[in-house]
């Protein structure tokens, strides 16, 4: 698996941009302003230039349920933008069940503390200490991974999870395990532990890829 990460600049975007990249605007766009459309063709750009590897370059990825982008059948992957960042993955359907990316900006030190007892537990802090610097990078870091579990098992149960549903487990440098907390209850029964991948990069914050391989 590799990540394609690029920058973009939503100030040079033009409304003609989609027409000339040869992506379709989809209608919910419409009222949208102008920094949502252009993450959002950069998004596109970036993952139609990954499905070149698969032969399908030239296909247009829509979006669907929970604002989900739409793959081809044999595919699945993830895209994911910050302010000036925009990633994408994707991979055989043969190999993954579904993927989760996020590519999430550092927050101010003052917001990550202020919302900590919403987005982990006093556990799962502890756990990501040794691997982020101060309160802004573990905030953020915890954040990143459990945004990338929601978007890598939405399909399997079409709703937001709370933050603390989830639970962030078995950490080491670059990886660990993210799952359902004791307290995730969903009519779908147990949900999966997901294989999770992470970086912190001083230019564009945290990057987190979370792998469902339960089939």
Known sequence: LRVALRRFDANSFDEGDFIRFGVHEQPDLARAVLRRKAEYLAGRITARAELRRFGLGDTQIGTGTMRAPVWPESIVGSISHSIDHVAAVVADRRDFASLGLDVEPLMPLELATSLAATIGAELEFGRVAPFACNQAYATT???????????????????????????????????????????????????????????????????????DEDR
């Open 141 to 211: 870091l915890l954040f990143s991974l459990k945004e990338s579990y929601f978007k890598c098992i939405s399909w399997r149960i079409c709703r937001y999870l709370d933050f603390l549903e989830v639970e962030v487990n078995r950490m080491m440098p670059g990886h660990c395990v993210v799952g359902p907390s004791p307290s995730c209850v969903t009519p779908e029964g147990v949900l999966p532990a997901a294989r999770a991948y992470f970086s912190i990069d001083g230019e564009c914050g945290v990057i987190s890829l979370v792998l």
